[in-house]
C-alpha cells in the first residue's frame, strides 16, 4: 500500500498563493488515480481536485476553476496543488488521496488512501 504525507500548508492573506504537496512513499504513485479533498471548519469534506495516473486529465470542483492547478510528478512520487486567488472561504484541512481505479473520480469512497491533512487559513 501507499502511504501519503502532505504539506505546504499555513496561514495566508486573501488573494495570496499556497502550493501544496503531497508525497508518496511505500508504492509509486503512478499506480493511483490521485484527488486533493478539503474539510472547512464545521463542514463536511469536499472534493478539490483530481488527476489520472499519466497527468494528462485533471477534473475540478467549480469554485476552484482557473485558480487551483493540479499536478504529478511520478518520478518524484509527488503530487502538488498549485492555489492561486486563494478566498477566505478556502479555509480547510487539505487531503490528498490515492484511488486504485481506472477513471479519474469525484467520489470520495474511490480513493482508497488518504494522508494526515495540512491546514490552510485563508485570512480576509
Known amino acids: 500500500q501507499v502511504q501519503l504525507v502532505e504539506s505546504g500548508g499555513g496561514l495566508v492573506q486573501a488573494g495570496g498563493s499556497l502550493r501544496l504537496s503531497c508525497a508518496a512513499s511505500?508504492?509509486?504513485?503512478?499506480?493511483?488515480?490521485m484527488g486533493w479533498f478539503r474539510q472547512p471548519p464545521g463542514k463536511e469534506r469536499e472534493f478539490v481536485a483530481a488527476?489520472?495516473?499519466?497527468?494528462?486529465?485533471?477534473n475540478y470542483v467549480d469554485s476552484v476553476k482557473g485558480r487551483f492547478t493540479i499536478s504529478r510528478n511520478n518520478a518524484k512520487n509527488t503530487m502538488y496543488l498549485q492555489m492561486n486567488v486563494l478566498k477566505p472561504e478556502g479555509t480547510a484541512v487539505y487531503y490528498c488521496?490515492?484511488?486504485?481505479?481506472?477513471?479519474?473520480?469525484?467520489?470520495?469512497?474511490?480513493?482508497?488512501?488518504w494522508g494526515q491533512g495540512t491546514q490552510v487559513t485563508v485570512s480576509s
Open positions: 488521496a490515492a484511488s486504485t481505479i481506472v477513471a479519474i473520480t469525484r467520489s470520495e469512497s474511490a480513493y482508497d488512501y
Open positions: 511505500g508504492r509509486s504513485l503512478v499506480n493511483y488515480v
Open positions: 488527476i489520472t495516473r499519466g497527468g494528462v486529465s485533471t
